[in-house]
């Protein structure tokens, strides 16, 4: 029992730092353990298509990139998202299932022992129910690599990596995409009034339908007088809302967009967010303020000054000039 749970912990540890990897980014996901064994997989987020009732395969590529033989073993497990920047949340009790499971459908996965740098390729066979409803299904199949001489301990130091597996049923999906918020911030606090750049520009888009989206947009600010001051891309690179979650994006307007443009009056910022098989529009507008409250401040504080110490100059002089105009008018009576 402790084994296993040393097992799961180790797993876990890793999972964690795996996933954000992957799902965030598509490229190969690699990871290597204090002792040097390590495991890489390709690709790391699969997207397939199926029919009810079909059986569709695929592939996943295993590499060892340590410098002894592995053993590798799969499991599936399901995956909803975690929280609203994308990550993954990899369900690992029996009785977490996601409505969206195709843990069930996926064939057992056959053990590998693989050589230093070896590449082999492991076949994946899913299999659709006929009566599945169309819409998205999701799962991970994760990978964990131990050395040979501790296989039969329950000890594992190795990294346990995942792919991601994004399946559409075919069919009559339902596509709903709703903007929840819209906003401006600064340092992390929201607001229509804003004294200087850089700026933060945030939407949160959820997901009502039952397929993942992968939205695109812009974000075009314009003054006050109707002139372009930028244009600010929208989920760059691509990523996918899964259905049942909220998504947020952000863009920061700074000198990198702006160049050495400063920000001062209202300004307007319109939201145009296109998504799904039809290029669903979705549209919503802000206002926002930009003064340098501090420089104008600190500018009518030293003008105050500076008249008031003009001011006081220029009694001092007058009063001189009284002073000596009477001393002379006194030496001539006399």
């Known amino acids: 029992m402790k084994k296993n749970q040393i097992l799961i912990t180790a797993c876990l540890s890793f999972t964690a730092l795996a996933f954000g990897l992957i799902y965030s980014t598509?490229?190969?996901?690699?990871?290597?353990?204090?002792?040097?064994q390590g495991l890489e997989i390709a690709p790391p987020v699969i997207t397939l298509t199926?029919?009810?009732?079909?059986t569709i395969n695929t592939k996943i590529s295993l590499r060892d990139v340590s410098g002894g033989d592995l053993v590798v073993t799969g499991q599936i497990n399901d995956f909803v998202a975690s929280g609203e920047g994308g990550?993954?949340?990899?369900?690992?009790?029996?009785?977490?299932?996601?409505?969206?499971?195709?843990?069930?459908w996926i064939s057992p996965l056959p053990e590998?022992?693989?050589k230093p740098k070896q590449i082999e390729n492991l076949p994946v066979t899913i299999t659709v129910p006929t009566n599945a409803a169309p819409g998205g299904y999701y799962g991970v199949i994760r990978f964990t690599a131990t050395?040979?001489?501790l296989k039969d301990t329950g000890v594992s130091l190795s990294a346990s990596l995942g792919a991601l597996i994004l399946l559409r049923v075919n069919g009559d999906v339902k596509e709903e995409l709703s903007i929840e918020e819209f906003f401006v911030s600064k340092n992390g606090g929201k607001g229509t009034l804003f004294e200087t750049a850089p700026l933060q520009f945030s939407e949160r888009l959820k997901n009502d339908g039952t397929i993942h989206e992968k939205p695109s947009g812009l974000v075009t600010i314009t003054d006050?007088?109707?002139?372009?001051?930028?244009?600010?891309?929208?989920?760059?690179?691509?990523?996918?809302?899964?259905?049942?979650?909220i998504r947020k994006y952000d863009q920061t307007l700074d000198s990198s967009v702006i160049g050495n443009k400063i920000l001062f009056g209202l300004y307007t910022a319109d939201l145009s967010i296109t998504y799904g098989a039809n290029n669903t529009v979705l549209n919503q507008k802000i206002t926002f303020w930009v003064i340098p409250y501090t420089l104008i401040g600190a500018t009518i504080a030293a003008?105050?000054?500076?008249?008031?110490?003009?001011?006081?100059?220029?009694k001092r002089y007058n009063k001189h000039i009284r002073d000596q105009v009477l001393g002379t008018t006194k030496k001539s009576k006399k």
Do not use: H, W
């Open 50 to 54: 199926a029919d009810p009732g079909q």
């Open 147 to 149: 050395p040979p001489e």
């Open 87 to 104: 990550a993954p949340k990899v369900l690992l009790e029996e009785t977490d299932k996601s409505p969206y499971s195709i843990k069930d």
């Open 26 to 36: 598509p490229q190969v996901a690699a990871q290597t353990n204090a002792t040097g």
């Open 303 to 314: 003008l105050i000054i500076a008249f008031l110490g003009l001011r006081y100059a220029i």
């Open 224 to 245: 006050m007088f109707g002139n372009k001051t930028a244009t600010l891309g929208i989920n760059q690179p691509p990523t996918n809302i899964l259905p049942g979650s």
């Open 112 to 114: 590998l022992t693989l």
